[in-house]
């Protein structure tokens, strides 16, 4: 039992007790009341009254009643407290892990791991100490602190416990997976340096020091990076652990898409999927796409295994030491085009904790073919070598032809433009008209940094960047080059040098905002390298390259993790933009200069769709005057669908062993009990006196 | 026991007693155990033999008879003389007291009308029967805007008015008119009212005591006074329910409506356990007193019927027939 305020309480009791007991000595203001006679009652009260003071106090139960009460009221100002597990003095930081494994839903009473995280904690806040009321002594602080991959202050340090509980009740969960340590980090950040003196015997050591913290944490146990999680020396860690250790709990854990290179209309569909039910299960799984149930496929998951041997009374090894149940599933299907694929798990029959990772999804887009048009007078090389390229479409040009089919706009649909010892006229323009230009043998002009000084001496390609995408993985130290082309490079070119022959650059490469070019300075029809393979490999790799979107996607580009930021760049003057989360909400969002737009921490799992007035990219879909670009956001975390509850946590070596939270403990107050046993003593006192009276 | 609020004053026979009341005990009549000589012939039995009708015995005839009681059929049978006895008959007196304290203007129903009510009664009884019915008020009427007990240099008899030789049907208004005449009020002196009325007694009969006996004084010097002188007496206690039951609460100064003394009490269970084993304490010593004195004493209640009490406790007692 501790004594919040002890001294008020006695200077209170000196005064009062006393107080009271005098009260009994005074003289009441009596009612007069006129009776035939006072003979019998003189008596009586002689009779009953002793002459001597204390008497009267003798055997008084209404006195002694009120002594009860003045003293539970006094000790009530005391503000007695029960010693609990808190200890005193301490700030209180309270992590509460809301990320996707804390949606399961088998916490106490039915309901998920957030929602009985948030009541602890919520019963927590309720047992900090307040303000005292009489005294100075200051009341417990709390932070809270929500976290999922990333961590949020949800309340800075404060006494105020509406404040806190309403910071608590608002943590929504998400469909993240969880990190402790930018948390820790964060609690740390916040707390308030406090000069102490410390007093040890004789000497008194004066310094700056940082008092330790009680860091509640209501999590499930499932931090990955626990072990990283650095505490302070003093702080008290209290890990109350939310769930079940053997959860059992299928989730989709892996969703991927690839195409071939050489028959990109096939879509290879990957799926893994994991159990952690000590049972083997069977399952369901349907693959949707664009909202469409396409496949379904009967599922059987091996049971969850583990290396360490049964107990010998037959308790199965603790849960953190079972590996769950793996399989995978792929689909190949035929489908040129893009789409929203979506893939659901039914778990059956069986138990399935964890709603949120049954369901996966992945932005597909169309299979990738370039249209391309050659400008050639002829050159036999070049033209089979792009005929066996599988494009879209290849049209071949005289200068003349491409010049009327520019003239007529024709042009424009052309992803890549390959000119074959040939430049366009500049037109208005001092250099080439905008587009993606694939240029053998020639060189275009200033001012794009580049300036031919005529036909050079033969030389032999002797450095050439293997990074490049247009070079990566050829061998081009045979290539010989009979007449090379002098070229010099102004010292602020958009062009780099991508190969050099012994005689200067060889080789271009050219990014400015609206025009890009590889250019092969010299043209191949006088060298040796028609006759190699890294000729055609080098066409095909420059064609790809070129055709690429400067904003392109790969087949996961569109996916986000729950937890990171999603960040894309829309096409410029995209205006009203807006992203829609799976929920339905909208939020309108504001691109940069560049179209570039930020949003997140990315918190459900589901398709998020931006949309924007203004112009769209063909991969973006068409909504009337709007453009609609869509981004998945799967959880695929095999340890966040591992959904058993730690029993205890490592953090940086020290262990912390988990409580449950039926039986925390908590500060209890006592001064409203005695306040409540005040006004039973009261009203027994009341009935006391009414007897009395009444008889 | 508190003052009655607005207490009955009656003002004529008929609020004193109903027909109904007048119908029943006109059957009753007084009665003594004693038998005492009377100063009229009267309708009562003496002990003396006399000269009624009744006869009574025969006795020797001695020097000095009235020769006109000798039985002369004896005589003419026995040749010898004796004389026929006859039984006297003379009235009877009785004698009502009624204690006129401001004390008895208390409780509900109010004790003095409770007590006039029974002295009408009684001295109706009393007129019927040709007895001679006295009455006495007795108090000390107080000066006015003082108590009594504050002017007790005032000498005082005691007694507040009498009536006297009262006789016959007749004189029921008369007695009816001077009871209604009388007041609660003041104090009481009963050893010197005692005396007053044991003094100025005219004859020997039955003394009917109508109080609460509640004096300061004490009622023993007062009863012995009365009792020496032969009379056949008859206390009345009359107590209010509310005196037998308290029904006050809280902190109170008792104030005495005689002498004004006052006593400050607060109310609580022992306080009126006390009261009552006071009260029954009382009440018995006066009973023992009584009876070691061969007075008959009745404690009523003053919400008794004045019929129950007159033809029932009255009768029991023989204070009535």
Known sequence: ????????????????????????????????????????????????????????????????????????????????????????????????????????????????????????????????????????????????????????????????????????????????????????????????????????????????????????????????????????????????????????????????????????????????????????????????????????????????????????????????????????????????????????????????????????????????????????????????????????????????????????????????????????????????????????????????????????????????????????????????????????????????VIAETDRGPAILDLASADLRAVIVAFNPADSYWPFYVSFPVFIAQALNYLGQDPSHLGLDARSVRPGSILTDRLPQGAAEVAIRLPDRTEIPLTPAADGRIVYGPVRQAGVHEVTWRGERTPADIALGARALRPFAASLLDPEESDAGASSSLSLAGVDVAALDPSRSNVNRRLWPWLLLAALGVMMLEWFVYNRKVQV | MLRTENPKRPASLDELLDSRLISRVSRLDVTSRKMFTGKLKGERRSKKRGESVEFADHRPYVVGDDLRHIDWNIFGRLDRLFLKLFLEEEDLCLHVVVDCSASHDCGQPNKFFFMQQTAMALGYVGLINYNRVAMSAIGTPAAPGMSPSESPDVPHTGIVSAVRDLRGRRRTHELAAWLCSLRPEGGSNFPEAAKRIALSRRGKGVMVVMSDFFFKEGYETGLRLLMGRGYDVFCLQVLSPQELEPDIAGDLRLRDVEDADAAEITVSAPLLKRYKANLAAYCDQLRTFCARRDITLLTVRSDTPIDVLLLDYMRRRGVLR
């Open chain 1, 1 to 496: 039992m501790t004594w919040l305020t002890p001294l008020v309480a006695a200077v209170a009791a000196a005064i009062a007790v006393p107080s009271l007991i005098i009260l009994y000595f005074l003289k009441l203001r009596r009612r007069e009341v006129e009776v035939s006679t006072t003979l019998l009652w003189r008596k009586a009260v002689q009779d009953l009254q002793a002459n001597a003071p204390f008497q009267r106090l003798r055997r008084n139960i209404l006195l002694l009643l009120q002594l009860l009460v003045l003293a539970a009221a006094l000790v009530a100002v005391g503000q007695p407290e029960m010693e609990g597990k808190v200890p005193r003095g301490l700030q209180h930081v309270i992590l509460i892990d809301r990320s996707a494994s804390m949606s399961s839903a088998d916490a106490e009473g039915g309901v998920s791991r957030l929602d009985a995280a948030k009541r602890e904690a919520v019963r927590l806040v309720d047992s900090l100490r307040g303000e005292s009321l009489i005294g100075s002594d200051r009341a417990d602080e709390a932070m809270v602190i929500a976290f999922d991959q990333t961590a949020e202050v949800r309340q800075q340090f404060t006494g105020d416990k509406a404040a806190l509980k309403a910071a608590i009740n608002a943590i929504e969960p998400t469909a993240a997976p969880s990190s402790l340590d930018e948390a820790v980090r964060l609690a740390r950040a916040h707390l308030p340096d406090q000069t102490l003196v410390e007093e040890t015997g004789a000497v008194t050591v004066e310094g700056l020091k940082t008092r330790g913290v009680a860091i509640h944490l209501f999590s499930d146990g499932r931090l990955r990076d626990a072990q990283r999680v650095l505490t302070g020396v003093e702080d008290k860690v209290r890990f109350t652990r939310l769930g079940t250790p053997d959860a059992a709990n299928l989730a989709v854990t892996a969703f991927r898409a690839e195409r071939t290179y050489d028959n990109p209309t096939e879509l290879t569909v990957f799926i893994g999927i994991q159990s952690t039910d000590r049972a083997e299960r069977r399952a369901e799984l349907e693959l949707i796409i664009d909202g469409v149930v396409e496949r379904i496929r009967s599922v059987t998951i091996p049971p969850a295994t583990t290396d360490a041997p049964t107990l010998e009374d037959g308790t199965p090894p603790p849960p953190d030491l079972w590996r769950p149940g793996t399989t995978s599933i792929v689909f190949r299907l035929e489908r040129p085009d893009g789409g929203l694929f979506a893939v659901r798990l039914l778990p059956g029959d069986g138990p399935d904790v964890l709603d949120i990772d049954n369901r996966a999804w992945l932005v597909v887009p169309p299979a990738r073919q370039l249209s391309v048009a050659v400008v050639t007078e002829g050159s036999l090389f070049l033209v089979s070598a792009l005929q066996g390229l599988p494009l879209a479409k290849l049209v071949q040009y005289t200068p003349d032809e491409y010049l009327a089919a520019s003239r007529r706009g024709e042009t424009g649909a052309y992803d890549v433009v390959v000119l074959d010892a040939w430049l366009p006229p500049p037109g208005d323009r001092p250099t080439m008209p905008p587009g993606r230009y694939l240029v053998l043998g020639a060189v275009p002009p200033l001012p794009l940094g580049a300036a031919d000084l005529g036909p050079g001496e033969p030389g032999i390609l002797i450095d050439w960047r293997r990074d490049h995408p247009a070079l990566r993985g050829l061998v081009l130290d045979n290539v010989v080059v009979s007449t090379t082309r002098n070229v010099e490079i102004g010292p602020e070119s958009a062009i780099t």
